[in-house]
Nanobody, 120 residues
């Protein structure tokens, strides 16, 4: 049974940092590209970053230079280090298995996500 559990969100001031984690089970984690997505109120879910099985990464323009995606295959975990956070980064963040070239999610299943609030 597939399970994705995101954590690490919270309230942070503009310019602050957070590290999100996503633990995946029920998939061949080390073989899968993984991605982070976010959805702000009233907006569609958007791709933020992805990392393939060879640890090659790709980022949305809006987060380049501020966010870093990484993975620990031994822990079936993908991380998102978020620095220099802006109010527009506020959203619920989700992870999913993704197609390595398109970045589109490969599963209809989504975890509960983790809420990031950026406010002074």
């Amino acid at each position: 049974q597939v399970q994705l559990v995101e954590s690490g969100g919270g309230l942070v001031q503009p310019g602050g940092s957070l590290r999100l984690s996503c633990v995946a089970s029920g998939i061949s984690f080390s073989l899968n590209a993984m991605g982070w997505f976010r959805q702000a109120p009233g907006k569609e879910r958007e791709s933020v970053a992805r990392i393939n099985s060879l640890r090659s990464t790709n980022y949305a323009d809006s987060v380049k230079g501020r966010f870093t995606i990484s993975r620990d295959n031994a822990k079936n975990t993908v991380y998102l280090q978020m620095n220099s956070l802006k109010p527009e980064d506020a959203a619920v963040y989700y992870c999913n298995s993704v197609h390595p070239y398109t970045g589109r999610p490969t599963m209809n299943y989504w975890g509960k996500g983790t809420l990031v609030t950026v406010s002074s």
